[in-house]
T-cell receptor, first 113, second 114 residues
Framework: NAGVTQTPKFRVLKTGQSMTLLCAQDMNHEYMYWYRQDPGMGLRLIHYSVGEGTTAKGEVPDGYNVSRLKKQNFLLGLESAAPSQTSVYFC????????????FGEGSWLTVV | AQSVTQLGSHVSVSEGALVLLRCNYSSSVPPYLFWYVQYPNQGLQLLLKYTTGATLVKGINGFEAEFKKSETSFHLTKPSAHMSDAAEYFCAVSKAGGSYIPTFGRGTSLIVHP
C-alpha cells in the first residue's frame, strides 16, 4: 500500500519563487495535515483539512496556502518563498481526529536560498 | 487547550539499558495519548496509543507506556535498549470524544551507545 505520498522529495528554491507540494493518500481518510519540522522545534502544524473542500489554519500558517479539492489530495503552496521556510515538510492523514492514528508521508526537504 | 511537554531533548543510554522517555500533558478533558517514532530521514509512525481501557499500553518493538492520570504523565519505557532504537520520539495528546487535532511534543532524541 502506498499510504501517504509526497512530491517532490527535495527542492531548492530561490527567495521569492513559488511552489506547490503535493500530497496524496489512498486510505480514504477524512483528515489531512501539513506539518513542518525544524531542529529543536518539533512538529508544527501549518494547515489541516477535516474533509474535501475544507481547510483550517494550524499553528504556523503564515506564508502558506492549501487546497483540498479532492478527498485524497492536499496541496501546500508557497506563494513567495523565504529563507525562513527552509524546512522538512510532512503531509499526514487520519480517519478523523481524536483517537485515530495519524499516518505520515516520508517528508519533503525544501531549501530556500 | 491541550499541551505536551517532553522532558529532555536528548536521552543517551547504553545498549541493554532501560529506556525511559518522559511525557507530561495538560488537557481539560480526558485525553487520548500517543507515542510516535521517527527513524532518520523518514516520517513518523505510531509506536503505541492510549484511548480507553487498560492504562498500561504495549506497542511495537518492546516499548510500553503507562497512563497515570494523577501525574498527568504517559512515559515511554523499554527494558533493554537496542541500537536500532536510536530515533526521535514524539509524544502527542488529543481530547477524548469528538474529532480533535492532536498536539505534538517537541520530541526526544534517543541515542544508544554500544
Amino acid at each position: 500500500n502506498a499510504g501517504v505520498t509526497q512530491t517532490p522529495k527535495f527542492r531548492v528554491l530561490k527567495t521569492g519563487q513559488s511552489m506547490t507540494l503535493l500530497c496524496a493518500q489512498d486510505m480514504n481518510h477524512e483528515y489531512m495535515y501539513w506539518y513542518r519540522q525544524d531542529p529543536g522545534m518539533g512538529l508544527r502544524l501549518i494547515h489541516y483539512s477535516v474533509g474535501e473542500g475544507t481547510t483550517a489554519k494550524g499553528e504556523v500558517p503564515d506564508g502558506y496556502n492549501v487546497s483540498r479539492l479532492k478527498k485524497q489530495n492536499f496541496l501546500l503552496g508557497l506563494e513567495s518563498a523565504a529563507p525562513s521556510q527552509t524546512s522538512v515538510y510532512f503531509c499526514a492523514s487520519s480517519k478523523t481526529g481524536s483517537g485515530n492514528t495519524i499516518y505520515f508521508g516520508e517528508g519533503s526537504w525544501l531549501t530556500v536560498v | 487547550a491541550q499541551s505536551v511537554t517532553q522532558l529532555g531533548s536528548h536521552v543517551s543510554v547504553s545498549e541493554g539499558a532501560l529506556v525511559l522517555l518522559r511525557c507530561n500533558y495538560s488537557s481539560s478533558v480526558p485525553p487520548y495519548l500517543f507515542w510516535y517514532v521517527q527513524y532518520p530521514n523518514q516520517g513518523l509512525q505510531l509506536l503505541l496509543k492510549y484511548t480507553t481501557g487498560a492504562t498500561l499500553v504495549k506497542g511495537i518493538n518492546g516499548f510500553e507506556a503507562e497512563f497515570k492520570k494523577s501525574e498527568t504523565s504517559f512515559h515511554l519505557t523499554k527494558p533493554s535498549a537496542h541500537m536500532s532504537d536510536a530515533a526521535e520520539y514524539f509524544c502527542a495528546v488529543s481530547k477524548a470524544g469528538g474529532s480533535y487535532i492532536p498536539t505534538f511534543g517537541r520530541g526526544t532524541s534517543l541515542i544508544v551507545h554500544p
